[in-house]
């Protein structure tokens, strides 16, 4: 039989009492979500009047000009070219730097951390920043572009490569170890091709990425699109802006289709 | 003399476990030894410190006198060109075809390294020995196959012949039939063998199924809990014994 009193008594409530640090916790992040608010002037006459604003935006900017089409089209080429050789460095770089940091590939722990170190930085300052920074050293256009997406698929492939070589099974590499081959041919041949799939996968996010990254770096100067799209804005000729964003749209659609297509057919 | 040469060879993981304890060895070219033990008796991590895969923590191990405990990484290199070694998964380098990881038996033979074994640069005398090697475990019709659309069966064939691309002295086998079905296995092993004799290759091969020891093996070596307690011809021992090394527990148990 049963003791009910004993079953009563250690049953588990239906809600454990939460600890400080989540009352802490929940006090700050209401304290910051109050004062955003606040601080950003959210009132509802400004939402209101943002309706009617973005309207009339619409409405100047329909039907987009095209009488300058053809110096955003070639706008639009010079993004492009900042996306293909941007990304095209980036990933060639990213492999040996993918291997400095894989602790199965890596020469020696120190580079490893060292590496490990740099990538993390490639990834964390936003590619904006590093833009900011490139037109600083090389000056405006779109050579500052290419050296930001560089760094910035450096950050995104680097980490991907290096994690997927980490996850490669040993036994293939160590049976070419055996055959008395030296660290570099065992890498050639069974550490690349065995992840090669998974680095043809990362590199076609890549390149989605820098295609979104390289439009907006013409915002501040590091050529392309971006510059245009600026320009237009600034001028308040919205109904070119339109057209510069259509065009915009068309291509990163495109890219991402195409990308999708050939991910499906290699993994 | 001897080719190999193992002596109080003693292997301690860094989390303090012993693999190894004072083993001592020697095998004559041309041998064929069968390694046996329970799991965990520490006969894979043997064969692993013979090629270096293990670094062992203290002994010597001679191969053609060459010390490889405390060789640098290039005399290293240069002594494991001598050893193929045949493991029970195959450990084929998988998205690349059976004929490609033939040619990377050579990638340590030749100075030109890896170039020399890649299909698209390799001489035509390298890829002509591939072939010959492939045939010679009669893969020659699936050379162009991806090694993963193989049967386990056929993978090792192919890991056969990448280890008689090496053309090695001494051959090392870690379970090279534990992963196929008995009928694919006994195939394997006849192949195997069958090369071994043909080419006067020093073995020494760990097995599971005991009949495959005593009918392939010319001298046993048993190892129990690192140590090693048997080391007799082949010809002298039957079942019974062996499935003593599998006992180990036990027995060490009531003689504590």
Same mark, same amino acid.
């Given at each position: 039989?049963?003791?009910?009193?004993?079953?009563?008594?250690?049953?588990?409530?239906?809600?454990?009492?939460?600890?400080?640090?989540?009352?802490?916790?929940?006090?700050?992040?209401?304290?910051?979500?109050?004062?955003g608010?606040?601080a950003?002037?959210?009132?509802?006459?400004?939402?209101?009047?943002?309706?009617?604003?973005?309207? &009339?935006?619409?409405?100047?900017?329909?039907?987009?000009?095209?009488?300058? @089409?053809?110096s955003?089209?070639?706008a639009?080429? =010079?993004?492009?070219?900042?996306?293909?050789?941007?990304?095209?460095?980036?990933?060639?770089?990213?492999?040996?730097?993918a291997?400095?940091?894989?602790?199965?590939?890596?020469?020696?722990?120190i580079?490893?951390?060292?590496?490990?170190?740099?990538?993390?930085?490639?990834?964390?300052?936003?590619?904006?920043?590093?833009?900011?920074?490139?037109?600083?050293?090389?000056?405006?256009?779109?050579?500052?572009?290419?050296?930001?997406?560089i760094?910035?698929?450096?950050?995104?492939?680097?980490? @991907?490569?290096?994690?997927?070589?980490?996850?490669?099974?040993?036994?293939?590499? =160590?049976?070419?170890?055996?055959?008395?081959?030296?660290?570099?041919?065992?890498?050639?041949?069974?550490?690349?091709?065995a992840?090669?799939?998974?680095?043809?996968?990362?590199?076609? @996010?890549?390149? =989605?990425?820098?295609?979104? &990254?390289?439009?907006?770096?013409?915002?501040?100067?590091?050529?392309?699109?971006g510059?245009e799209?600026?320009?237009?804005?600034?001028?308040?000729?919205?109904? =070119?802006?339109?057209?510069?964003?259509?065009?915009?749209?068309?291509?990163?659609?495109?890219?991402?289709?195409? &990308?999708?297509?050939?991910?499906?057919?290699?993994? | 003399?001897?080719?190999?040469?193992?002596?109080?060879?003693?292997?301690?993981?860094?989390?303090?476990?012993?693999? %190894?304890?004072?083993?001592?060895?020697?095998?004559?070219?041309?041998?064929?030894?069968? %390694?046996?033990?329970?799991?965990?008796?520490?006969?894979?991590?043997? %064969?692993?410190?013979?090629?270096?895969?293990?670094?062992?923590?203290?002994?010597?191990?001679?191969?053609?006198?060459?010390?490889?405990?405390?060789?640098?990484?290039?005399?290293?290199?240069?002594?494991?060109?001598?050893?193929?070694?045949?493991?029970?998964?195959?450990?084929?380098?998988?998205?690349?075809?059976?004929?490609?990881?033939?040619?990377?038996?050579?990638?340590?033979?030749?100075?030109?390294?890896?170039?020399?074994?890649?299909?698209?640069?390799?001489?035509?005398?390298?890829?002509?020995?591939?072939?010959?090697?492939?045939?010679?475990?009669?893969?020659?019709?699936?050379?162009?196959?991806?090694?993963?659309? %193989?049967?386990?069966?056929?993978?090792?064939?192919?890991?056969?012949?990448?280890?008689?691309?090496?053309?090695?002295?001494?051959?090392?086998?870690?379970?090279?039939?534990?992963?196929?079905?008995?009928?694919?296995?006994?195939?394997?092993?006849?192949?195997?063998?069958?090369?071994?004799?043909?080419?006067?290759?020093?073995?020494?091969?760990?097995?599971?199924?005991?009949?495959?020891?005593?009918?392939?093996?010319?001298?046993?070596?048993?190892?129990?809990?690192?140590?090693?307690?048997?080391?007799?011809?082949?010809?002298?021992?039957?079942?019974?014994?062996?499935?003593?090394?599998?006992?180990?527990?036990?027995?060490?148990?009531?003689?504590?």
């Open positions: 039989m049963l003791n009910q009193n004993e079953l009563s008594v250690n049953m588990p409530a239906r809600l454990k009492k939460p600890s400080l640090w989540f009352w802490l916790g929940s006090l700050v992040f209401l304290i910051f979500f109050l004062q608010i606040v950003a002037g959210i009132t509802s006459d400004r939402v209101m009047q943002g309706i009617f604003n973005l309207g &009339s935006f619409f409405a100047r900017a329909f039907p987009p000009d095209i009488e300058r @089409f053809g955003i089209v070639q639009m080429l =010079e993004t492009i070219n900042i996306v293909v050789v941007g990304t095209s460095f980036g990933i060639l770089f990213s492999f040996p730097l291997l400095l940091a894989s602790n199965n590939t890596s020469p020696h722990p580079i490893r951390n060292a590496t490990r170190t740099l990538i993390a930085l490639f990834r964390t300052v936003p590619d904006l920043v590093w833009a900011l920074i490139f037109i600083i050293a090389v000056g405006l256009g779109p050579f500052a572009g290419i050296l930001a997406i760094v910035d698929v450096m950050g995104f492939c680097g980490r @991907f490569f290096s994690e997927r070589v980490e996850e490669l099974k040993p036994g293939p590499i =160590e049976a070419l170890r055996a055959t008395g081959a030296s660290r570099v041919s065992v890498i050639l041949g069974s550490v690349i091709p992840a090669f799939p998974s680095f043809v996968g990362s590199s076609l @996010f890549a390149v =989605e990425k820098s295609i979104r &990254s390289a439009v907006v770096l013409g915002l501040v100067g590091a050529g392309g699109i510059v799209l600026n320009t237009s804005m600034t001028l308040f000729k919205y109904d =070119e802006a339109l057209t510069i964003i259509l065009i915009i749209l068309a291509f990163v659609i495109g890219v991402e289709q195409a &990308s999708s297509r050939i991910r499906k057919k290699f993994i | 003399m001897s080719l190999i040469k193992v002596q109080n060879l003693t292997k301690q993981y860094p989390d303090g476990e012993t693999a %190894l304890k004072d083993v001592s060895l020697e095998v004559k070219s041309g041998e064929g030894i069968v %390694l046996l033990g329970a799991n965990g008796s520490g006969k894979s991590t043997f %064969l692993r410190c013979l090629v270096g895969l293990e670094k062992a923590t203290s002994g010597k191990i001679l191969i053609d006198n060459q010390d490889i405990v405390s060789s640098s990484k290039k005399q290293l290199q240069e002594i494991r060109k001598k050893i193929g070694v045949v493991f029970q998964k195959f450990n084929l380098v998988n998205n690349l075809s059976a004929f490609q990881n033939v040619l990377f038996g050579n990638l340590g033979q030749s100075n030109k390294g890896f170039w020399s074994s890649l299909n698209l640069t390799a001489s035509s005398e390298e890829r002509e020995k591939a072939m010959e090697c492939l045939a010679r475990v009669s893969m020659a019709e699936f050379a162009d196959r991806r090694t993963d659309t %193989l049967s386990g069966g056929q993978r090792q064939r192919v890991a056969i012949a990448r280890m008689l691309m090496q053309d090695p002295e001494i051959v090392l086998a870690d379970e090279p039939v534990a992963s196929l079905d008995p009928r694919a296995g006994r195939e394997v092993m006849n192949l195997l063998w069958e090369i071994i004799e043909e080419k006067g290759l020093t073995v020494m091969c760990i097995l599971h199924q005991l009949d495959f020891a005593l009918e392939y093996g010319e001298r046993l070596v048993g190892l129990q809990k690192g140590s090693l307690t048997l080391d007799r011809s082949a010809a002298n021992i039957n079942k019974k014994e062996l499935n003593w090394l599998y006992e180990a527990e036990k027995v060490v148990k009531n003689y504590a």
